[in-house]
């Protein structure tokens, strides 16, 4: 690899800002609305997006890999992997629901070492890299102090087979017991940023993806968090999240990893 970490996250940032562009364009308009599964959307958009960043990485580290969210796997088994998702949170954007983002992790044979996640509409790139720490627009952030669930503010997500599996069902049902407030809004990505810089004190959840947290954990850990995926499944989405700021991660496993495995 010939570039620096701060070379890389300016050209994901770059990127990120060009996608949030085109996502920002076509916010509050009539889109083409496909399904991969029954609650599962892309639209136009997704597509232009995730074109531009495409062209962009292609053109500035072209020996590296790409995984997106739209067109999967992109290269050859190189060493460093770009993982990609041009709008986390497509059921908001097509509901004309304001929270979403465009989210782009660089990972060295796993290992993440750059993370962007952009809010086009509010205009706020949350950035790391690996020992470099978290930033929103170029402040350094940090998480909450929060000690407790029950003094915590958390998000939390459903799989889009929730109508089939009932997956995190019960996990819920256990937070809204125990946590000051819960919060269900459709894009994990930002959802852990906002863990990262304290507005929220922990994200949970199941049935994520690579694209859906390989730029966030990053900013996360970077901020003082923790992010840990439990399970033992081959493949990620069937894994159950927990991001946190550190503090509140050992209730959190007890109350919904140990809890579910009796």
Not at 45 to 64: C, H, K, N, Y
Not at 115 to 125: K, R
Request: aromatic letters at 8%; charged letters at 20%; hydrophobic letters at 40%.
């Amino acid at each position: 690899m010939d570039k620096t970490f701060n070379e890389l996250v300016e050209i994901a940032s770059k990127a990120a800002r060009a996608a949030g562009d085109i996502v920002r364009a076509g916010w509050g308009k009539a889109h083409e609305i496909h399904f991969k599964g029954a609650t599962n959307l892309v639209t136009e958009v997704d597509r232009a997006a995730e074109t531009s960043i495409l062209g962009q990485l292609r053109a500035a580290t072209p020996a590296f890999d790409i995984l997106s969210e739209e067109t999967g796997t992109h290269g050859t088994g190189a060493r460093f992997r770009w993982v990609i998702d041009p709008v986390d949170g497509t059921t908001n954007y097509a509901h004309h629901f304001p929270y979403f983002s465009v989210a782009i992790g660089l990972e060295k044979e796993g290992a993440s070492l750059v993370g962007v996640v952009y809010d086009p509409i509010a205009d706020q790139l949350f950035s790391a890299t690996r020992g470099g720490g978290a930033f929103l627009n170029g402040a350094r952030i940090q998480c909450s102090d929060a000690p407790t669930i029950g003094a915590s503010l958390i998000a939390t997500g459903l799989p889009y087979d929730v109508w089939e599996s009932e997956r995190g069902i019960a996990e819920i049902a256990r937070l809204f017991q125990r946590a000051r407030s819960i919060r269900i809004n459709g894009s994990a990505a930002l959802d852990i940023c906002y863990v990262a810089c304290g507005r929220l004190d922990a994200y949970c959840d199941t049935g994520l993806s690579a694209w859906d947290v390989s730029a966030a954990r990053l900013i996360l850990t970077e901020a003082g968090g923790r992010f840990q995926m439990y399970g033992d499944a081959a493949q990620v989405d069937m894994q159950y999240c927990i991001a946190s700021n550190g503090k509140i991660h050992a209730e959190l496993e007890k109350l919904l990893v140990e809890h579910s495995s009796r």
